[in-house]
């Protein structure tokens, strides 16, 4: 059992149905149609979504998002219409509110994988494959991949693990075109941000991408390359052989698994709340990560 440790009354707000809650964001509908996703402060954790939330967190992901749809533009459209609040909205859902299109989702996570680690490098140590896929021998944690690799999950609910399949799955579920325009997008669009993310110190380890079609045309959607949809290490501190420091929310995994916390992550209890020295280290990461990548100052 696993999910939200107390799962938050959706605000209402008027000229806005509300339509999901999940682990970070909240979905409403517009009048007109369109999409309104709010990112929260929440901060989930071992399929936990947890009751001390990261000041600053949902704006962080909501402006690195906009700022990488730009440097994407080319090579993918996006689901952004606006970045104006919708009238009645709160005023502290400035910086974190997007406007987005409506799009026929494809119920895939496409997952891009640069490096190995994670349950990549759990599913290679066994089977020496990724999704299927036949790796060289003597690859290690935070190994560099001969070349970037399509590794798609079907999409969980909030509180369970997402599945990794193979691309043939992919291609049975969703058609063979779709599933090649799928991995066409994910590997491309992956090559772009981890070739700029290198010119700022940073891999990009792994990262993962959703997708829907307005009309015919692939669109990319939801979130992309922040902290919480992707492994981005300090390039000066890489190390293959060993876990590797990280700009994402590993003190919150760390502290849940110490003896401080008190947590047995094999119980069905939930985790309890977050000491403020490890809100306020999570909290850096996400700025000094939004900061590295884009260039600009965080206020």
């Not at 000066?236 to 760390?254: I, L, N, T």
Request: charged share 25%.
């Amino acid at each position: 059992m696993s999910g939200f440790v107390e799962k938050p009354e959706p605000l209402q707000v008027p000229g806005l149905v509300h339509l999901h809650t999940g682990k970070v964001r909240e979905l409403y509908r517009n009048e007109a149609g369109d999409l309104v996703m709010v990112a929260s402060d929440r901060i989930s954790a071992y399929d936990w979504v947890l009751p001390t939330e990261i000041p600053d967190k949902g704006r962080v992901l909501t402006q690195l998002s906009l700022w990488w749809f730009d440097q994407l533009a080319d090579l993918a459209p996006n689901h952004v219409l606006s970045t104006e609040l919708p009238p009645g909205a709160p005023a502290d859902w400035e910086g974190r509110a997007l406007v987005c299109k409506s799009l026929r989702m494809v119920p895939v996570e496409c997952v891009a994988r640069g490096y190995l680690t994670g349950s990549g490098l759990a599913e290679y140590k066994e089977t020496r494959t990724v999704c299927g896929l036949a790796l060289p021998e003597g690859l290690v944690d935070g190994s560099e991949l001969p070349a970037p690799i399509f590794t798609p999950a079907t999409k969980a609910e909030v509180g369970e693990h997402d599945e990794n399949v193979s691309y043939e799955e992919v291609a049975r579920q969703v058609g063979a075109d779709t599933a090649a325009a799928l991995r066409q997008a994910t590997l491309a669009v992956y090559s772009r941000a981890r070739d700029i993310a290198r010119e700022r110190g940073i891999v990009l380890a792994d990262t993962k991408f959703e997708f829907g079609f307005e009309g015919e045309d692939l669109v990319l959607a939801d979130e992309v390359l922040t902290p919480d949809s992707s492994r981005f290490w300090p390039a000066d501190q890489w190390q293959p052989g060993r876990a590797q420091p990280s700009y994402d929310k590993q003190f919150v995994r760390d502290w849940l698994t110490s003896a401080e916390s008190g947590w047995d992550r094999g119980s069905e209890q939930p985790p309890p709340p977050l000491p403020q020295q490890v809100v306020d280290a999570t909290r850096a990461k996400y700025v000094e990560a939004y900061e590295r990548l884009t260039g600009l100052g965080w206020s």
